[in-house]
């Protein structure tokens, strides 16, 4: 302290002596206890020996600060480094200077982030006083630091907080020691888990302490609930079982200890290996049960061999070339059958069998196959050691390493001797049979063949030099499966009859009626069969042909008489409706309803056609059509229904003759076959319709069957489509098959395309190949005339009626009633009768008739064409309308033909337009 003025000097001089004179005093009182004063306004003043203490705590700390082996830092409250002493300077890489006044979090590792933010916050909130974590810094060699922090407030005398202490260590060593130990301890469990053995460990006292996953698949439990409990529970480790003497030994020794035993209760053989250990045991099981098969497989396979009757003989690969492979093996049938020893064969060829008489085509052969590393069959005449012949029939595989390459080949041969000299004899009878006209054929239970008549030549075209020796299969190009079960059946019961099927050496298939027969050697043993084939292709051709035509006859009438009945339902339900839709408010529900119900009497009518269609019970009404014309009016349609990816070319042939046909069902027939086309193209195409004139002579006719001879029109319908195989394309015409997926057809379009041409008096073809479009073909019946002018299309404001009087005749009464309301709110005057006799006496009472409106199939014996010929007798200016659900093939056709027709079930419109047609028609 200065003092400025002089005179001041004594009065202060005396105020120190009584400062300290007062603070002696208050020592003595206070027995040296009390550090500080207070004043009355608060200040704080501290007594001597209080500052002398203080001096010496602050430069014990500072000593502390200076010295420590960690690092000491400090931060005011806005985190802003005070001091940090050199160990932490050291550690971060940074002098005290860089340090001062920069805020600490700036030194942290961003890759590392910590917990330490959010817990000085909570100091900061007087949540906590402080707080230890682990961070890790950026040093200012860009390097990383791993540490401990202990982090405290500091607080000034009201509590407030003034700023952070942290102690720092370095714990880089301790996190890289802890790193390493938990890479190391993820590579044992990843060597662990990777063992494909069952593994497990076991403590002193027996208890699984780690089970793998292949030990717990073995034990059928989980790992978390094997572990703890005792491995002597488990079935087949008890103590009197193999593994668990063997865990006993183990550790009663301390050595390694193992055996092989079957696993109880899981059909598996295991070995297994008890390691000692420090805690326990280690134990590793390995699945067995593989080689002990292969083991036991090998001990029978060697059993057979020494006993088969057959002669195995193994060589060498090599050398094929003289003096050839060396034998390495052969069995016990090898020495009784040749005469030599094993010890006389081994390291030698087998060329030692082979005499003057063994034929050197077949050894070429032989060798040219083993050359190229493929197995062999052949026979040969072989030499025993006394020089005695005998033939053998031998096939040679090879063996390979798992390279690829041939290092053995295994010959197993069967004597043949008693065989072939059947062989001979039969060979000399075989020429008597050459000028058979049937196929006659030898061959052995092997399927090669030794005899090929004359008429085999014939029924399959090949040559006899060219199958002799050859597998049957081959030559008769016919199922192996089936020529298989047949040797068999042959060979146990000595005889076999049936039909197969073959094919020509051009491709053409075939069925035969096979007859074979044993022929037994003098022993009794099979000698050779003796097949005798004749052709019946044509014959099951026309037989089948005649099934078809049946099956659709049954399924025709089957059809008719239930769509005779179903017609005439769905004429009242389609009339009925049709007139509740007029009698009802468009917005009406029930208008809604009845339009339902009309849409779906239309499907169910649509249905029902096309049934008629394929069993030729549609009811038709051919006339003469320029077919050319009718394609042309196509055109259009077709564009709308088969899109733009589609591309119709039409060909019309000039000077085309007229058709006999049904118009709008052959309409509908272009059109199956086209949208059938358009499905065959998914992703576009060529379709092509073409006309032309044909003339179908009388073979042709005979057999394709009922079919006549003479001019047709040609309609071909051709697609660059998809195709058929040859097993799709036999069934196109079967009604209800399909290759569509459900809901995408019903089957029976080219079925009804079938059946309206045959009922027509025409014909149907179809030709196609996979991958190589389709071709349909339709032959249409010619008419005698020239071809019926179409009639103009009238508009009307509804349906027309008149006042003329109408005889309905209809068995059916809800139909009879229905038509016969139609016609009266039509105007005209209608008599109802139930059959044709009580339409008779209706017409002879009354004369004044000018309409016959009658269902074709009628009860009672008379038909309606037959009603209405009776009836012009009567009437001879009365005019006729039939009608019908189906063409019952009636006895007069022609005259049925000459008379107006209306399908049922017909419309109210459609029945107004036919009836005014009829009465307007000259009688």
């Not at 880089?172 to 938990?182: I, L, V, W």
């Not at 379009?749 to 008096?761: A, I």
Request: proline share 5%; net charge negative; aromatic share 6%.
């Amino acid at each position: 302290m200065t003092l400025r003025q002089a005179d001041q000097e004594p009065e202060l001089l005396a105020l120190i002596g009584t400062l300290h004179a007062t603070q002696r005093r208050l020592v003595e009182l206070t027995g040296g206890q009390v550090d500080a004063l207070i004043d009355p306004s608060g200040q704080r003043h501290l007594l001597p020996v209080a500052q002398e203490n203080m001096l010496r705590v602050a430069g014990t700390l500072q000593n502390i600060f200076r010295n420590a082996a960690v690092g000491i830092v400090s931060t005011d409250e806005e985190h802003r480094i005070r001091e940090a002493n050199p160990a932490f300077c050291t550690m971060i890489g940074y002098p005290a200077e860089a340090l001062l006044g920069r805020h600490i979090a700036e030194f942290d590792d961003p890759a590392e982030p910590s917990d330490c933010a959010a817990l000085v916050r909570e100091i900061k909130l007087g949540l906590r006083q402080g707080f230890v974590s682990e961070k890790r810094f950026r040093t200012g060699a860009g390097m990383h630091v791993w540490t401990r922090v202990s982090v405290s407030a500091l607080l000034d005398g009201t509590g407030a907080l003034q700023g952070l202490v942290a102690i720092v260590e370095d714990i880089s060593g301790r996190k890289a020691a802890e790193a390493a130990n938990q890479q190391l301890t993820a590579r044992l469990a990843a060597t662990i888990a990777s063992i494909s053995d069952a593994f497990f460990t076991l403590d002193a006292a027996g208890r699984f302490t780690h089970v793998n996953d292949r030990a717990a698949l073995a034990f059928g439990l989980s790992a978390a609930a094997l572990v703890g409990t005792p491995v002597g529970a488990r079935p087949g480790f008890g103590s009197s079982d193999p593994f668990g003497r063997t865990l006993r030994d183990a550790a009663a020794r301390r050595s390694l200890q193992f055996c092989e035993a079957a696993l109880p209760g899981s059909g598996l053989w295991l070995e297994m290996r008890a390691y000692p250990a420090a805690e326990g045991l280690t134990v590793v099981l390995h699945d067995i049960t593989e080689r002990r098969r292969r083991a036991e497989w090998q001990r029978l396979l060697e059993a057979c061999i020494a006993q088969l009757n057959h002669i195995v003989l193994i060589t060498e690969a090599g050398p094929l070339a003289e003096p050839g492979p060396r034998i390495v093996f052969v069995n016990d049938a090898f020495e009784r059958r040749t005469g030599y020893a094993r010890a006389e064969v081994l390291g030698r060829s087998p060329r030692l069998l082979q005499g003057p008489k063994t034929r050197r085509s077949e050894l070429d052969r032989i060798r040219t196959a083993l050359e190229a590393g493929d197995p062999v069959k052949a026979e040969l005449l072989n030499y025993t050691k006394s020089g005695e012949e005998f033939w053998i029939e031998m096939e040679i595989v090879p063996m390979r390493a798992a390279c690829g390459r041939v290092t053995h080949w295994v010959a197993v041969e069967r004597e043949i001797t008693e065989r072939r000299r059947y062989q001979t004899q039969l060979e000399q009878q075989a020429a008597l049979l050459e000028q058979v006209q049937d196929a006659i054929i030898v061959h052995g239970a092997d399927r090669r063949i030794r005899y090929w008549n004359r008429g085999a030549q014939r029924l399959y075209g090949w040559e006899a030099e060219e199958v002799l020796g050859e597998p049957l299969p081959a030559a008769l190009g016919g199922a192996e499966a089936a020529l298989c079960e047949a040797v068999e059946a042959v060979l146990s019961a000595g005889s076999w009859t049936g039909q197969q099927q073959h094919r020509h050496r051009g491709g053409q298939p075939l069925v035969v009626e096979a007859s074979w027969t044993l022929v037994r050697q003098e022993d009794g043993a099979p000698g050779a069969i003796l097949s005798v084939h004749t052709d019946v292709t044509q014959r099951l051709e026309l037989e089948q042909k005649l099934r078809q035509a049946q099956r659709l006859e049954a399924v025709g009438q089957l059809t008719g008489g239930v769509a005779h009945d179903f017609n005439n339902l769905l004429t009242v339900i389609l009339g009925n409706a049709e007139m509740m839709v007029e009698g009802l408010e468009p917005a009406s529900e029930l208008r809604q309803m009845a339009e339902m119900s009309m849409a779906a009497a239309g499907r169910a009518a649509a249905l029902t056609s096309r049934l008629l269609a394929f069993s030729r019970r549609q009811a038709l009404d051919p006339r003469a059509v320029d077919v050319n014309a009718l394609l042309a009016g196509l055109v259009q349609m077709l564009e709308r229904t088969l899109g733009e990816q589609v591309q119709i070319v039409i060909r019309p042939a000039p000077d085309l003759h007229v058709a006999l046909i049904d118009a709008p069902q052959l309409e509908t027939a272009v059109l199956n076959l086209c949208i059938n086309a358009r499905d065959a193209m998914p992703e576009g195409g060529r379709l092509t319709i073409e006309t032309a004139n044909a003339r179908l002579d009388a073979d042709y006719a005979r057999h394709e069957g009922e079919l006549a001879p003479g001019d047709y029109v040609m309609v071909q319908v051709s697609d660059s489509g998809s195709g058929m195989p040859p097993e799709i394309l036999a069934r196109a015409f079967e009604p209800f098959f399909t290759t569509k997926e459900v809901g995408q057809g019903s089957g029976l379009g080219l079925s009804t395309v079938y059946g309206f041409l045959k009922q027509s008096g025409g014909h149907v073809t179809i030709h196609s190949q996979p991958a190589g479009g389709t071709r349909v073909r339709m032959y249409l019946p010619r008419a005698q005339g020239p071809a019926a002018r179409p009639e103009p299309a009238r508009r009307l404001a509804g349906p027309r009626g008149g006042t003329e009087r109408v005889l309905v005749v209809e068995d059916d009464g809800a139909v009879r009633d229905y038509a016969g309301s139609l016609l009266r709110e039509l105007g005209y005057r209608v008599t109802e009768a139930g059959d044709a006799a009580e339409a008779l006496r209706i017409l002879r009472a009354d004369a004044g008739f000018d309409l016959l409106f009658t269902d074709i199939v009628m009860p009672g014996g008379r038909s309606g064409p037959q009603l209405a010929a009776l009836a012009r007798q009567l009437q001879p200016r009365l005019r006729v309308l039939l009608t019908s659900g189906y063409d019952e093939r009636l006895p007069e056709p022609d005259a049925a033909l000459a008379l107006p027709l209306i399908n049922k079930p017909y419309r109210r419109h459609q029945l107004a337009e036919k009836v005014r047609e009829a009465l307007d028609a000259t009688p």
